[in-house]
């Protein structure tokens, strides 16, 4: 960020102020107009200038200072920070009419590798992903791994809400999917929040806003594991939430979140297997996009690993690969482990 000038704003006047405020970077602006100028008011602050109050001078820096404000509104980390918001407020608008004379983007949707080749040559993550198995099938070491990937991509602002795992076990397997190579753009981008029972979408989505987005932020990619456990957590024995009622909170923030976002805010949500070897709650699989399933073998860790659904492509059998737990990360069954695996 630029260093802010300081000026006397008992003595700088109001052209002085607009001559500032235009040299100044975007961000420079925005913190300067709400860290000094906000806290007092605008007008408080405008009526402090040696300027007479209705001077053009003082005309334009009204003006001025209101764009900047409206200029911040628009910057893409407080975009993502409305969009998450509005997604869980009972005042989203209920219908919203299109024009169809707008061509359609030609850029797809955004999307991140899972760390697992086999999968990424079928699909990679994208829009509303779903991660089931059964349990200890791997399930929170693909979707670690997935977070990691998305975070060293530089692409993405990730945020992994971690209800399954201990603080200590976490930074264990990400340290094996690194080599023990932490980065700057793990520090960056990567967000580990360890959540508790009473945690809910909209306590979340406070956190997620104050300890995750800048306002530089263009996509935010929020990882569930799992959402059976965040449903579990629900305070049913005090506001009376279901279960099923919890899982359903979680699944509409996501699904609304991501298509008012057009995908700029993706999710990743780890899910367990019923009796039939299908997602729990089938609300989960109508609303993803991708759903990728984990299904335990004979043979010691390795998992059969298909995708039965995809919106944009036919179910496809990925095959079975080894859950290496030393590089953190699925192979090929078959394939060659070791330090070819381990991210310079």
Same mark, same amino acid.
């Given at each position: 960020?630029?260093?802010?000038? *300081? ?29 000094? !100028? ?19 001078? /003082? ?52 999307? &991140?590798?899972?760390?697992? /080749? ?5 699909? *990679? ?30 692409? &993405? ?98 699904? !609304? ?7 700029? !805010?993706? &999710? ?34 390795? /998992? ?18 080894? *859950?290496?737990?030393?590089?953190? *990360? ?15």
């Amino acid at each position: 960020m630029s260093t802010v000038v *300081r000026l006397s704003e008992d003595e700088t006047t109001a052209s002085e102020w607009i001559n500032t405020l235009k040299g100044y970077a975007l961000e420079t602006s925005v913190f300067f107009v709400e860290g000094h !100028i906000d806290v007092v008011g605008i007008e408080e602050w405008l009526q402090r200038l040696p300027d007479p109050p209705e001077s053009e001078q /003082v005309e334009e820096l009204r003006t001025l200072i209101y764009s900047i404000k409206a200029r911040a509104d628009m910057m893409p980390g407080r975009q993502l920070a409305y969009s998450l918001r509005t997604s869980l407020s009972a005042d989203i608008e209920k219908v919203e009419w299109m024009d169809t004379r707008l061509p359609p983007s030609s850029e797809d949707s955004p999307s &991140w590798s899972t760390g697992c /080749v086999p999968i990424d040559n079928v699909a *990679r993550g994208h829009g509303m992903s779903v991660i089931a198995g059964a349990p200890k099938a791997g399930k929170s070491l693909l979707a670690l791994s997935s977070a990691i990937e998305a975070a060293l991509s530089d692409d &993405w602002k990730v945020v992994y809400i971690n209800a399954e795992m201990t603080a200590n076990g976490i930074m264990k397997r990400m340290s094996n999917y690194l080599g023990g190579k932490f980065d700057d753009r793990i520090h960056d981008n990567l967000f580990i929040a360890n959540v508790y029972p009473g945690i809910t979408p909209s306590d979340m989505c406070d956190q997620i806003v104050e300890h995750a987005i800048d306002d530089e932020s263009d996509r935010l990619l929020i990882v569930l594991d799992s959402i059976n456990r965040l449903a579990s957590f629900a305070t049913s024995a005090e506001d009376g939430e279901s279960y099923w009622t919890a899982i359903d909170s979680w699944q509409r923030w996501g699904l !609304i979140s991501r298509r008012i976002s057009e995908g700029a !805010i993706s &999710w990743l949500m780890v899910s367990e297997l019923n009796s039939r070897n299908e997602v729990k709650g089938q609300n989960l699989v109508y609303t993803a996009d991708y759903v990728v399933r984990l299904t335990q073998t004979e043979a010691q860790d390795v /998992v059969q690993i298909d995708v039965p659904y995809a919106r944009e492509k036919p179910a496809i059998d990925v095959g079975p690969c080894f *859950r290496d737990f030393a590089s953190g *990360r699925f192979v090929q069954h078959g394939a060659s482990i070791g330090p070819a695996w381990v991210h310079e």
